[in-house]
């Protein structure tokens, strides 16, 4: 069983994403399965959001959403498409950072 670290750094989340994924067998999905998953849960969080902030108020009872449990669904599909895609999310980040520093914003 893999074993997520103390305190992981982004490279660690997703080598622990990759084992989890393929102990729980959930390697079968193609990166179309897993962005509309990854979609659906960016809706629960926008949902789960929008409680938290006691917006729009629903009739019906629905089950309770925990902010800190979408950013978690969010967190771990992306993990997974950047798996999935081979991208490493840490670089990726670093390099947009760097264009972004470069750039003009209003």
Request: proline share 3%; aromatic share 12%; hydrophobic share 35%.
């Amino acid at each position: 069983m893999a074993d997520l670290p103390a305190h992981p750094s982004l490279p660690e989340l997703q080598r622990y994403m990759d084992e989890i994924c393929k102990e729980r067998g959930w390697t079968k999905d193609g990166y179309a399965e897993k962005f509309l998953l990854f979609s659906e849960e960016v809706g629960e969080l926008a949902k789960a959001m929008r409680k938290k902030q006691g917006l729009y108020q629903e009739k019906a009872r629905q089950k309770h959403l925990e902010l800190e449990e979408e950013f978690a669904d969010v967190l771990s599909y992306l993990l997974d498409l950047a798996n999935y895609f081979q991208v490493d999310l840490e670089q990726a980040f670093r390099a947009k950072e760097q264009i972004n520093q470069g750039r003009t914003w209003e």
